[in-house]
């Protein structure tokens, strides 16, 4: 199974500033997601990360605010930017290695102050 | 309503017990099925996938019934272990989404 090393583990963060999220797999991978998860409530889908090209975003999330980059089949990272209190969540990356099993990075934990 | 519906629990059941959680989908087109376990402040992990014809791995029983669209995770002889969040999980054929559902809370008691 994948290794993924997800960073940072947590940070506290002003409004109006931006936080980067980094995603390192120890393997290639072709599809890997950046998730969200909000205090109390389900994963959530932001987009899919697509090599050599832009991300695939879901419905009410949008590239201003995620921007997404995916160099190259093992790395990727998420930039929330302009925070705001009601970006504190949980962000998850993940990868399917194409065996329908879905493996996560630990997490980034963030709070905007 | 949502795509993937569970009951939030908590679940209080003491060691020993067995204990069984139901997840809902409104998708009929959904095609795989998926139990995750999430413990406090860490990341979802594979629990077992679910499969037409059910599936055993241990003390754990995931069975699906299409023609009502649930699946459920059946649990036995309870450990403490198994406190944690079930997350229920759907995927559509031809698609890369997975659809979380919110999560069971299994809380086993001494």
């Known amino acids: 199974s994948a290794v993924i090393s997800q960073k940072p583990s947590r940070d506290i963060c002003q409004r109006g500033t931006s936080l980067t999220i980094q995603c390192q797999v120890d393997?290639?991978?072709?599809?890997m997601f950046w998730y969200r998860q909000q205090p109390g409530q389900s994963l959530t889908l932001i987009a899919t990360?697509?090599?050599?090209?832009?991300?695939?975003?879901e419905s009410g999330f949008v590239i201003d605010k995620f921007p997404i980059s995916r160099p190259n089949l093992t790395f990727s990272t998420l930039t929330v930017s302009n925070l705001s209190p009601e970006d504190s969540s949980i962000y998850l990356c993940?990868?399917?290695?194409?065996?329908?099993?879905?493996?996560f990075g630990s997490g980034t934990q963030l709070s905007v102050l | 309503r949502k795509e993937v519906e569970q009951d939030p629990g908590p679940f209080n059941v003491p060691e020993g017990a067995t204990v069984a959680f139901n997840c809902t989908y409104s998708n009929s087109a959904s095609q795989s099925f998926f139990w995750y376990r999430q413990d406090c402040r860490k990341e979802p992990k594979l629990l077992m996938s679910?499969?037409?014809s059910g599936n055993e791995d241990g003390r754990f029983t995931a069975q699906l019934n299409r023609a009502s669209q649930y699946i459920s995770l059946l649990i036995r002889d309870s450990k403490l272990s198994d406190s944690a969040t079930y997350l229920c999980?759907?995927?559509?054929?031809?698609?890369?989404?997975?659809?979380f559902g919110t999560g069971t809370r299994l809380k086993v008691l001494a």
């Open positions: 993940s990868v399917d290695e194409g065996t329908e099993k879905l493996f």
């Open positions: 679910v499969y037409s």
């Open positions: 999980v759907v995927k559509t054929a031809g698609t890369y989404k997975y659809i």
């Open positions: 393997s290639q991978v072709t599809m």
């Open positions: 990360a697509n090599q050599g090209s832009e991300a695939t975003y």
